[in-house]
């Protein structure tokens, strides 16, 4: 029988979180932290738009959007630094304002404080892509749950995180700041990379290898294959 299970969760999260304080001090990590204060000198570089599919926790899934992404419109990432999803937008708590929602646990759909946030670091992830930026840290999500017609991003370019186990980091590699904005309108929700650097856009695709109970993708940026990513099949 495993010990976890007779181990608190909050004791859990605050051993995880530990060990990767000592391991970011040991690998250096500059995190951007600094307030945004000139925002008119970042002119939007790249933009994605993606849908916020309907269900029974829509409002309760734009509400926390809400929530996290202002948190990362108050974020600079300087030339070297590591923008870091759960540093910027903490713990998914009720104390700090969100609301239950769908997520993944295990493998298995539960209701979660936070519900949806991966939508927001997924969409960060692909920009990410499109724009060269490094990805420090990505997790793909362990299970494939969605039909085509509900998916809110291509099947690769989804980016799990889970508070104290799996983050999305992602370094500023260019030599200009840079900032990260959104907007909701309705159900469409809009992410632009903001900055005086000359980024081009790459050519990013994701190819899709089925062998049962898996589906890989491969993701291909200008043609080279960067990033594989394994899902369980939903049952």
Known sequence: MSLRKF?????????????RWCSDLFQGHDFALTNAHHETTFPPKAS???????GLFFDNKVHNFRVAIVSIHNI????GQVFSFW????????????????NIVAGMVAEEYGGGLCQISSIL???ALLTGLEVVERHNHSVDIYEEYERFTPLGADATVVYGYK???????????????????????????????NIPEHDVS????KQDPFIMVDTSINGKVTVKSVYNLKV
């Not at 600079?76 to 030339?79: G, K, N």
């Not at 540093?87 to 769908?102: D, F």
């Not at 900032?179 to 909701?184: A, L, M, Q, T």
């Open 125 to 127: 992830y692909h920009l």
């Open 76 to 79: 600079v990432v300087y030339p």
């Open 167 to 197: 983050d999305l980091r992602i370094r500023n590699n260019h030599h200009e700041p840079l900032r990260f904005s959104f907007d909701i309108n309705g159900d469409k929700l809009s992410c632009s990379l903001r900055t005086c650097a």
């Open 7 to 19: 181990i608190p969760i909050g004791t859990r999260i605050h051993l995880k979180l530990f060990l």
């Open 206 to 209: 994701f190819k899709r290898i």
């Open 87 to 102: 540093k910027t937008v903490k713990r998914p708590t009720e104390h700090n304002g969100y609301k239950k929602g769908r």
């Open 48 to 54: 994605l738009m993606q849908t916020i599919m309907p």
